[in-house]
């Protein structure tokens, strides 16, 4: 099996920062991309940024120039550093992957729980 936990969230003012972390655990031969999402209430989820493997990224449009995603292969760990805080930034954070375990040529997706961000004054 393999596990995200995601770790970092919290209660910030508006022009704050946070910084996310999520760390991959299990059964890992290799993880491909690594992202993060978001899901605030009463709409769906959406992608806040993504990285590969070899380290390109991309990011939504409501995040770019504020977010940095980042990622460590050798401790299987992704981090999302978020600056210039907004309220519409309020959200549950989701930790996500494509993991190639061991012993399996599939790769699969894995979510992890969510981490909640508040951004209010």
């Known amino acids: 099996q393999v596990q995200l936990v995601e770790s970092g969230g919290g209660l910030v003012q508006p022009g704050g920062s946070l910084r996310l972390s999520c760390a991959a655990s299990?059964?890992?031969?290799?993880?491909?991309?690594m992202g993060w999402y978001r899901q605030a209430p009463g709409k769906q989820r959406e992608l806040v940024a993504v990285i590969t493997s070899v380290g390109s990224t991309n990011y939504a449009d409501s995040t770019k120039g504020r977010f940095t995603i980042s990622r460590d292969n050798a401790k299987n760990t992704v981090h999302l550093q978020m600056d210039s805080l907004k309220p519409e930034d309020t959200a549950v954070y989701y930790c996500?992957?494509?993991?190639?375990?061991?012993?399996?040529?599939?790769?699969?997706?894995?979510w992890g729980k969510g981490t909640l961000v508040t951004v209010s004054s």
């Open positions: 299990g059964c890992i031969f290799t993880i491909d991309a």
């Open positions: 996500n992957a494509d993991v190639k375990r061991t012993f399996d040529v599939r790769v699969m997706n894995y």
